[in-house]
């Protein structure tokens, strides 16, 4: 079954103009869930806390946390 659907995904992936069409999507998402009757809801979930234990080597931040300050900054090559 992935064989059948992994082509056309990265076939997809590969068109410059649909990451701009997923990022379309995504923000008309977010500006209607933000001013939705579920905006608390949302925003509550942006301030849930997620950690990263290893031994007694604790690290640990909220979700919006993690996301401004690991997967928005660029990769370095």
């Known amino acids: 079954m992935i064989d059948r659907i992994a082509p056309p995904f990265v076939r997809f992936l590969h068109i410059e103009a649909a990451g701009g069409a997923v990022l379309l999507v995504f ?26 234990r290893l031994g007694p080597l604790e690290f640990g931040r909220s979700l919006k946390g993690w996301i401004n300050d690991g997967l928005m900054t660029p990769a370095r090559r």
């Open 27 to 52: 923000t008309i998402a977010a500006l209607f869930l933000s001013n939705s009757r579920w905006a608390d809801a949302l925003f509550g979930i942006w301030e849930t806390r997620v950690e990263l």
